[in-house]
Nanobody, 121 residues
Framework: QVQLVESGGGLVQAGGSLGLSCAAS????????MGWFRQAPGKEREFVAF????????IYLDSVKGRFTISRDNAKNTVHLQMNSLKPEDTAVYYC??????????????WGQGTQVTVSS
């Protein structure tokens, strides 16, 4: 069992930056590939970013490439999503996820409770 707790969401103006963090507890953190998903009002949840167990491989949604960076600190059991040049269309609830599978779309085994990111125009 893995517990995931996100933090760092909030309100920011378009063009601004936010950093999200996810703290993991429970089983060995390095057993899991980690991801971030988001869900905007009235839309389906979508994949945003993936990082493998060692942090050597990352994958991004096309629309966030060059603006978002996913990273992890295996010594601190945390994963981060740095979001720059934010756009109103990035507004969503962001979820931290963990999976033992290698495929970046999962399925994912564990989910955090989500953190709200709102980008004003």
């Amino acid at each position: 069992q893995v517990q995931l707790v996100e933090s760092g969401g909030g309100l920011v103006q378009a063009g601004g930056s936010l950093g999200l963090s996810c703290a993991a507890s429970g089983r060995t953190f390095t057993s899991y590939n980690m991801g971030w998903f988001r869900q905007a009002p009235g839309k389906e949840r979508e994949f945003v970013a993936f990082i493998n167990r060692s942090g050597s491989d990352t994958i991004y949604l096309d629309s966030v490439k060059g603006r978002f960076t996913i990273s992890r600190d295996n010594a601190k059991n945390t994963v981060h999503l740095q979001m720059n040049s934010l756009k109103p269309e990035d507004t969503a609830v962001y979820y931290c996820t963990a999976t033992t599978r290698s495929y970046y779309l999962g399925p994912y085994d564990y989910w955090g409770q989500g953190t709200q990111v709102t980008v004003s125009s």
